[in-house]
């Protein structure tokens, strides 16, 4: 679109047929639903070369017309005045809907996807209020931006928008700073990457208890009513704040993911941890209230413990079983946390992830031959960033770094009831002030 719209050259984009919806619908929002699109079968991966020819060779699944024929009267036809009337897409909600039944008020939020499809609270005006009293913030306010995908334009969303899925969570609204400060992150719990992401949400500071979140046994599980509906209401938000999410149109993971439901939502137990916290590492003061939001969370490697003898080996192979275009977040039970300082000398973060950026190793020809790296990372290479530049130029037999030091993050959660802990695959994006939203 910005090839043919900004630069004036006749442009066609090839898709595979199962992104038929999506296209027309990205195509639609940002205001030119008569962009030149080409279908061909899915899937496309793993094919031989001579399979790919006959999709070429053969006719648009969509249209039954031939794939060239379409391609070359897409890049020769002059586009006529319904092709060149460019259009204008709200983005954003109704702010009431039409009173009715409770029953049916149910079935109207299920059929307009406003909903993760599980029973919600309906948003009254009153319950809307009460969640409002809880922030010093005017309901009119923006708090961000959020978008499904980046060929998306971004939605923006106010206070009072936050609020309405908030009660739709179930969340209480002592919580709602909390949720404004997940909402403010602009980072969406919905990502639509086909590749089944979800989100994770860390909790630091004072706000842990004051609003009761769960920090130690079974904190990252279903039963705790903070942490569950926080995350809930991020992923709910996400969806409705950012123009939707609706598999095949603006969700496209392949296999989903069940994180995506309460956004993997917890605190730290900073109590119990021999390190400094989350968001102190990030700049942010022992005393403040923060939240610290990751993407990703499509993998995790776990384990029991460390053992005397082969701790190291251990734990560098399951950093090889975790794909290298994510990033490790090591989020570890207190026992755990301490047996890295008992067996690896760790007393501070950062030796940790120090020791884990210069074991985190594989061949360079293993690196890039996985596809997100050649999808993300091998494109940047070739440009000329840095690091990746200078690693491309590696033998192929030669090790190189699967992660840069600064994408390593340790998170120290649980009840001590077992030393199991985990790798997630999450890429963090960043960390929000609670206390700027209460």
Not at 170 to 176: C, I, L, M, Q
Not at 309 to 319: E, G, Y
Not at 386 to 398: F, I, Q, R, T
Request: hydrophobic share 35%; glycine share 8%; with cysteine.
């Amino acid at each position: 679109m910005t090839i043919d719209s900004k630069y004036g050259v006749p442009t066609v984009a090839v898709h595979t047929n199962v992104f038929e919806r999506a296209v027309r619908s990205v195509a639609r929002v940002n205001g030119m639903p008569r962009t030149r699109a080409v279908f061909v079968p899915q899937p496309v991966m793993g094919k031989s070369a001579r399979e790919l020819r006959a999709y070429v060779d053969g006719n648009d699944p969509t249209t039954g017309r031939p794939v060239m024929q379409e391609v070359i009267e897409g890049l020769t036809k002059p586009f006529d005045a319904d092709d060149l009337k460019r259009v204008v897409y709200e983005r954003t909600t109704p702010r009431l809907v039409e009173p009715d039944t409770e029953a049916n008020l149910h079935r109207l939020f299920l059929d307009n996807h406003w909903t993760d499809t599980l029973p919600i609270v309906l948003p009254t005006e009153e319950r809307v209020a009460e969640m409002l009293a809880h922030t010093s913030h005017q309901p009119d306010e923006v708090v961000g931006h959020m978008r499904p995908t980046q060929f998306r334009e971004y939605w923006e969303y106010t206070v009072e928008k936050v609020a309405v899925n908030a009660v739709m969570a179930g969340a209480s609204p002592e919580y709602f700073p909390v949720i404004l400060a997940i909402a403010a992150s602009g980072v969406s719990g919905r990502a639509s990457t086909t590749s089944s992401a979800a989100a994770m949400v860390v909790v630091n500071g004072p706000i842990r208890n004051e609003i009761g979140m769960n920090s130690g046994t079974g904190a990252l599980g279903p039963y705790n009513h903070a942490n569950a509906t926080i995350g809930r209401a991020y992923g709910l938000l996400s969806q409705n704040l950012q123009g939707g999410s609706e598999p095949g149109l603006t969700y496209l993971g392949s296999q989903g993911n069940n994180y995506a439901y309460t956004c993997v939502t917890y605190a730290e137990n900073e109590e119990r941890s021999p390190w400094e916290p989350l968001h102190v590492q990030h700049g942010f003061q022992p005393a403040d209230s923060t939240v610290s939001v990751f993407g990703g969370c499509r993998h995790t490697a776990f384990t029991l413990g460390l053992r005397e003898a082969h701790w190291q080996d251990h734990v560098r192979s399951m950093l090889r079983g975790m794909d290298p275009h994510e990033q490790p977040c090591l989020v570890l039970d207190p026992i755990t946390a301490r047996l890295f300082i008992d067996r690896g000398g760790f007393d501070t973060k950062d030796k940790l992830i120090d020791w884990i950026y210069n074991n985190a190793c594989m061949p360079a020809g293993e690196y890039w031959d996985y596809q997100l790296i050649q999808n993300y990372i091998y494109p940047r290479a070739t440009y000329g960033e840095e690091p990746y530049a200078s690693k491309l130029k590696v033998p192929a037999d030669e090790l190189v770094h699967m992660f840069e030091r600064d994408e390593i993050e340790v998170v120290v959660v649980g009840g001590e009831t077992n030393g199991y802990w985990r790798i997630f695959g999450a890429r963090y994006g960043k960390t929000v002030s609670v206390d700027a939203w209460r």
